[in-house]
């Protein structure tokens, strides 16, 4: 299994940086996590549109799921041009605007997950937590092959996510603010709380992510590695992580 990182910025793209969006491979299979702003046009770097027929989108803030509007829209010319045989197959938090909006386009289709979900895709298997923040949110473990991705999307800080992460191979842990500020009201960790989460839940490598649009971004990752965990880099755009 390995992951590559489309984007990485919270709340809005950068300058040829994308928000939310990680790609998923194993042998031929593709799984694309979120879908922010940026992340189609970057996405094309790495693979064909047409070869990914599965997204999951962790929840409905503009930087997690924007693109997936342009998405549809690709499958519909593309399955046209004779370019696309499947269906795009939208994955999210169960949510009546949101399915029609996918089904009102041809060729896609909408499924809901929750807590309590266990969806079999392709080669991986995927459980979800619930999170912490201001809408419907889910972390999400992805199993294959005897390795696991934990992706934490956008949440406060629970000792829950300890146990859901547990020794994972990859940890995308969320880390929007610096240590010291307060992610109790905007829903988000610090790099301490992030760093607390590598080291508790003894995860073997760690990703920073839903990265500030201000500051020293090193000052994150010395602050995370300072609760115990030394295997954390920043998230960068079009990093590829071989597990
Ligand atoms: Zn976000
Ligand atoms: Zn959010």
Request: with cysteine.
């Amino acid at each position: 299994m390995e992951c590559r990182v489309i984007g990485m910025w919270g709340g809005f793209p950068k300058k040829n940086g994308p928000c939310s969006g990680y790609l998923i491979q194993h042998e031929d299979f593709s799984l694309l996590i979120d879908c922010g702003s940026g992340v189609l046009t970057e996405l094309q770097n790495y693979a064909d549109l047409n070869n990914i027929n599965h997204v999951i989108l962790t929840h409905y803030h503009y930087d997690h799921f924007s693109d997936i509007g342009a998405y549809l829209f690709s499958r519909l010319v593309n399955t046209h041009l004779g370019r696309a045989d499947e269906e795009l197959c939208v994955y999210g938090p169960e949510d009546e605007d949101m399915k029609k909006q996918v089904e009102d386009v041809a060729y896609s289709r909408f499924a809901s997950f929750n807590e309590k979900s266990r969806l079999e895709i392709g080669p991986f298997i995927c459980t979800f937590m619930k999170n912490i923040h201001p809408v419907e949110t889910y972390s999400i473990k992805i199993e294959c092959d005897s390795k696991s991705i934990i992706f934490t999307s956008d949440t406060s800080f629970t000792p829950d996510l300890i146990s859901f992460a547990a020794n994972a191979d990859l940890l995308i842990t969320e880390c929007s603010l610096y240590e010291g500020m307060d992610g109790i009201a905007s829903g988000h960790m610090t790099s301490e709380q992030a760093g607390i989460l590598a080291y508790q839940s003894n995860a073997k490598k760690v990703l920073l992510t839903h990265l500030p649009h201000y500051g020293d971004l090193n000052e994150l990752v010395v602050s995370a590695k300072r609760q115990g965990n030394e295997n954390i880099v920043l998230a960068e755009s079009g990093m590829l992580i071989q597990l």
